[in-house]
């Protein structure tokens, strides 16, 4: 017996030095703390970064192999667990290495560090760059050349020859190339490789754009763009981490300075990411890029089919593609040799995600610039007063221009005081703004009619018993969308046919729609116009690129004399038609207790009357406003951005407000109200307190209740020296909420709601 065992333990001994099995943090695409341990298997070496599939319960998940980040700031790293870490023997093991390009050391502390920052399950951002590849993991697959030496006893059959036949022509074959090719099963293929006639190649996935050639056409700069250019350039071209704001007037020529940029990073042999705010500006973008570069670039977005989506994450990973371009995702792409970072439209709020991984793309994409060391560029025409800020302090170089190109003059802004024009009863278009659209009409000139409202009136009312039409599901009226005979919640998918009868007092016919969206002013413009030629530019109208691409190309070619549109068409755009811009309700967005609403109202008004007057006809931006006394409105008709930007830095300093505290929500929701308000109490009873921090609430959100969910909102707000991060971590731990309850933090808020 004793033997025995002795045996035993030695066998067990010289299998572990023979076969040291590695154990593994692995990270998984799902809602834990941290990664969890597995062993190697016993003839693979794993490395950090490889993706690896491995039991989980009964199923398998893909993961990747990590290493806990040493190197986070101390203010973002959670609290550490204890483990212990000498126990290997309930652990598993990896089942399978996946053939697909490791995740490089800068992406995994980029995941942690976003991770650390936004108070989010490391897996969860983990999953955004690993999601894209989960659906049919495959690798380009293996090729199959004949071997170089056919096994002398090889049985011969047709379909073997068939099949060796073809391979002889040189080209190297995936199994299911050669069965479509010859019409042979994949058992032929599998019995002549395993017979050692066929030798494996492994095959690089193709890739899904050209390389873009950075000499195609050279722009011919104007002496203000030739010197922002120089100096992006040699940002570039030093390397290391650098974050430039690149401001410039609507149609100064802002993207042709920074597609230079690009040109010097494809020079170095290096990678650029252009990220846009919405991925509808990537038609006319891509139309640009291709004139100066000759090729697309790679686009990244969740329209394109699996498989485009697929070999742009391999192109991407493999550094085949050179310039990708792509709305906040893009960020956790896979690069290999990032070289630049654009982010045009940087104070565009769009950038924020709001669900899921709540997080800004725009300072994501700063953190991640950093952590590659790679040179930023900010991009707009009318900076964030947190990008002004560090501007200020020196933290980021300032490039500016100062006029539009060609000597294309700005806009001439008037206001409409609509207490004293007001519009006619039920119409919404004045008559000095009806008169404008006319004389622009008659000069055949192209017009645009802003309002940032979907539908057609955002309020039906009844009017024998004022009872106002509401989701069932969420705080907020059901708004008309005539076309297509419903009332919709903008705030959750419910929609309803707009009844006949008042669901409160069954009286018939009295329900009516107040106020307008913008299907109610394309009505209107249809009466007051009946000849033109009218686009309505909405996120629910123009739904896929294609359909923006085609209005595009439609306002461009002139067939086109009026677009009305939502905030859609505030983008970038350039149409040199387009001479008036009438701004619906300039007064919209004003109202609520949003911080920056004054901030971003100036942006959107200012981007939208951008789009005036852009080529060699001047151009001209009426508002309507019923408050034409309000800073932004001033601003506006003065263009004195600077003092506008001084004011609002004025007002949010003393208070400590962005930017110059910090701030994080906590939401907390549940569909039972009373709890919800229980566990919003408790975090209030236990609230962090100390010099220089501060909470608000709780309060019900403005949205009291989204989607049955009952919500609660408290604001932490610290002074800028003091990190957000590890109070939350400490608060957090002091309640225990119910399992229905959720919390969302939400770090840096942008939306109030
Ligand atoms: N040096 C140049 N040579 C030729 N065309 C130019 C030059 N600079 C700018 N343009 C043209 O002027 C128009 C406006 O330029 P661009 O769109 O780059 O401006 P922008 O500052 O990015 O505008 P916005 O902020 O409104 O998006 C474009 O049609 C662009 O092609
Ligand atoms: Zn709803």
């Not at 981490?241 to 020079?267: M, N, P, Q, R």
């Not at 009312?461 to 039409?469: D, E, K, P, T």
């Not at 413009?525 to 530019?537: G, Q, T, Y």
Request: charge should be neutral.
């Amino acid at each position: 017996m004793k033997s025995a065992s002795l045996f035993s333990t030695l066998s067990e001994t010289l299998a572990d030095v023979a076969q040291p099995q590695q154990r593994v943090s692995v990270l998984l695409p799902m809602p834990f703390k941290g990664p969890f341990d597995y062993l190697s298997p016993p003839d693979i070496t794993l490395n950090p970064g490889d993706i690896v599939l491995v039991p989980l319960g009964r199923r398998q998940k893909t993961g990747v192999v990590w290493e806990t980040s040493s190197d986070l700031p101390p203010d973002l790293a959670p609290p550490a667990e204890q483990k212990d870490r000498t126990d290997t023997s309930r652990l598993k093991e990896v089942a399978e290495l996946l053939e697909l390009p490791p995740l490089s050391a800068d992406l995994r502390r980029f995941i942690d560090w976003v991770a650390a920052y936004t108070l989010t399950p490391p897996g969860m951002v983990m999953a955004m760059t690993l999601r894209l590849h989960m659906h049919g993991v495959t690798s380009a697959g293996t090729g199959w050349l004949p071997a170089d030496t056919i096994p002398a006893d090889l049985r011969m059959t047709p379909a073997r020859q068939k099949v060796l036949d073809l391979l002889r022509k040189g080209l190297p074959q995936t199994t299911t190339d050669i069965s479509a090719a010859t019409g042979v099963s994949a058992g032929v293929v599998k019995g002549l490789a395993d017979a050692r006639a066929l030798r494996a190649i492994k095959l690089e996935p193709e890739c899904p754009v050209e390389a873009p050639d950075p000499g195609y056409r050279l722009p011919v700069l104007e002496a203000e763009q030739a010197r922002a250019t120089t100096a992006l350039r040699q940002s570039v071209e030093k390397g290391g981490f650098s974050v430039t704001l690149l401001e410039g007037v609507t149609g100064s020529g802002k993207t042709e300075i920074y597609l230079e940029a690009i040109a010097a990073c494809i020079e170095q042999g290096k990678q650029a990411l252009i990220l846009l705010p919405e991925i509808a500006l990537s038609a006319q973008w891509t139309e640009r890029f291709i004139r100066r570069f000759g090729v697309a670039p790679a686009i990244w977005h969740s329209d394109t089919g699996q498989r485009m989506r697929r070999l742009t994450w391999h192109a991407t990973a493999n550094g085949n593609a050179s310039v990708v371009v792509g709305a906040r995702s893009a960020l956790f792409l896979p690069f290999e040799k990032l070289g630049l970072i654009v982010i045009d439209e940087e104070h565009e709020t769009l950038y924020k995600q709001e669900e899921g991984v709540i997080y800004n793309a725009r300072d994501m994409a700063i953190v991640r610039a950093r952590l590659v060391q790679c040179p930023t560029v900010l991009v707009s025409a009318t900076p964030s007063l947190e990008t002004l800020v560090n501007v200020q302090s020196g933290r980021y170089r300032h490039l500016m221009l100062p006029s539009r190109h060609g000597g294309a003059t700005m806009p001439e802004t008037r206001i409409i005081d609509m207490r004293v024009h007001p519009p006619e009863r039920g119409r919404f278009i004045s008559p000095a703004l009806t008169e404008e659209l006319s004389a622009t009409l008659a000069r055949q000139e192209q017009a645009m009619l802003f309002l940032n409202r979907r539908g057609y009136a955002p309020l039906t009312l009844c009017r024998a018993c004022g009872h106002r039409m509401e989701c069932p599901h969420c705080t907020a009226w059901l708004v008309e969308h005539r076309a297509r005979k419903r009332l919709c919640c903008h705030y959750c998918e419910y929609f309803e046919p707009v009844p006949v009868t008042c669901p409160a007092c069954h009286e018939e016919n009295t329900l009516t729609s107040i106020g307008p969206g913008i299907e109610r002013i394309t009505e209107e413009a249809h009466e007051l116009f009946p000849d033109a030629r009218i686009l309505v530019m909405a996120s629910d109208t123009l739904t896929s690129p294609t359909a923006i691409t085609e209005a595009v190309t439609r306002i461009s070619n002139r067939e086109i004399d009026l677009i009305i549109g939502t905030q859609v068409v505030a983008k970038g755009w350039h149409f040199p038609y387009l001479t008036l811009v009438g701004i619906v309700d300039a007064d919209l967005g004003l109202s609520g207790g949003d911080l920056r609403a004054g901030e971003r109202t100036f942006q959107l008004l200012h981007q939208v009357a951008g789009r005036a007057g852009r080529a060699s006809a001047p151009g001209r931006v009426l508002l309507q406003s019923y408050t034409p006394e309000h800073p932004v409105m001033s601003a506006l008709l003065s263009g004195s951005q600077d003092r506008f930007m001084a004011q609002e830095a004025m007002q949010r300093q003393p208070g400590f407000w962005p930017p110059y505290g910090r701030l994080a929500a906590l939401i907390i929701s549940c569909e039972d109200a009373a709890k919800a308000d229980a566990v919003a109490n408790a975090f209030g009873r236990m609230a962090p307190y100390g010099e220089g921090i501060q909470v608000l609430g709780p309060t019900p959100a403005p949205v009291a209740v989204l989607r049955n969910r009952h919500r609660r909102r408290l604001l932490l707000r610290t002074k800028r020296t003091i990190a957000l991060q590890p109070i939350l971590h400490r608060w957090l731990d002091m309640v225990k909420p119910d399992r229905n309850v959720r919390i969302d933090i939400d770090i840096d808020p942008v939306s109030f709601l």
